[in-house]
């Protein structure tokens, strides 16, 4: 099979991550109609993940189709399990307000119910005048919204990818809202499985254990999810009650709640998601 350009580029770069910033590479992510549909799904599949620059779809694109195509690229991404970051024009009241507009508040809450992972606020924290209250508003704005979209986890998603790690995703998501669970904890080689949960808008933050610092900062930005460094992920029975001890510190869950936990069957080894456990907090681990 003949490789695209797409691909031949990741071969190049490996793992880390790239951008297409030309504007005939803007163009085709964004048109709509012949080749731009397949260039899409060439430049999502093979990259880490997809940052949309408002400022950039702004120069190429006319404004009546501004709002649509971002949707499109959002929902793709949730779709192909790939992160999402929109940055700038969230909050441009705010450089020189206290206070959001109403508009900034409903574009802020549909990003998040599409499927964004991340929001980047860009001249409100150069230029603006209230850098802390417009990160804080923010905050607060997206809190308030996934705390309440989270009862259709699984709709617009096709679910075409079969495998072992996503099928026990979707099974810890059931058993989270099945038992009102106060956190889900999910150990990752890799990061992969945060990013499904977090794809998947479980009804509970998720507690994500990785290996590494530099892992630990790609999975914190994911939706609903809160990265911690425990060094090697090996021994996980007795490292598991050392992550719940540090959520109760944490206030991120309380005697007496559930917590849904997803495991690798091979320890150290990406990719090998296959059990969940269900605890009962201060109940004895087996």
Request: with cysteine.
């Amino acid at each position: 099979k003949q490789k695209t350009a797409y691909e031949m580029l990741r071969s190049l770069v490996g793992s880390e991550i790239f951008f297409f910033q030309a504007e005939d590479g803007i163009r085709d992510f964004c048109l709509s109609r012949g080749l731009g549909d397949v260039y899409k799904r060439q430049i999502i599949n093979a990259a880490d993940g997809i940052m949309i620059s408002r400022n950039y779809l702004g120069m190429y694109l006319p404004v009546e189709k501004l709002y649509i195509k971002e949707k499109e690229i959002v929902e793709k991404c949730r779709e192909a399990f790939k992160p999402v970051v929109v940055v700038g024009q969230i909050l441009d009241n705010m450089v020189n307000s206290c206070l959001p507009k109403f508009n900034e508040m409903h574009d802020i809450a549909n990003l998040i119910h599409s499927g964004a992972d991340c929001l980047t606020l860009v001249t409100e924290c150069t230029i603006g005048h209230f850098i802390q209250e417009s990160i804080e508003t923010l905050a607060r704005i997206c809190m308030e919204v996934e705390s309440k979209i989270k009862n259709d986890s699984m709709k617009g998603m096709s679910m075409s990818k079969k495998s072992i790690p996503l099928t026990v995703s979707k099974c810890c998501i059931d058993a989270a809202k099945s038992l009102n669970a106060a956190l889900i904890i999910c150990f990752t080689q890799s990061g992969t499985t945060a990013l499904q949960l977090s794809k998947l808008k479980p009804i509970c933050p998720i507690l994500a254990v990785v290996k590494n610092e530099n892992l630990a900062r790609r999975v914190n930005f994911l939706s609903s999810v809160i990265a911690i460094k425990f060094g090697a992920l090996f021994g996980t029975e007795g490292l598991l009650k050392r992550v719940i001890e540090f959520a109760k510190e944490k206030g991120l869950v309380r005697t007496g709640e559930f917590v849904v936990v997803t495991l690798g069957g091979i320890e150290g080894v990406s990719g090998q998601t296959n059990t969940i456990k269900i605890i009962q907090v201060d109940e004895h681990v087996d």
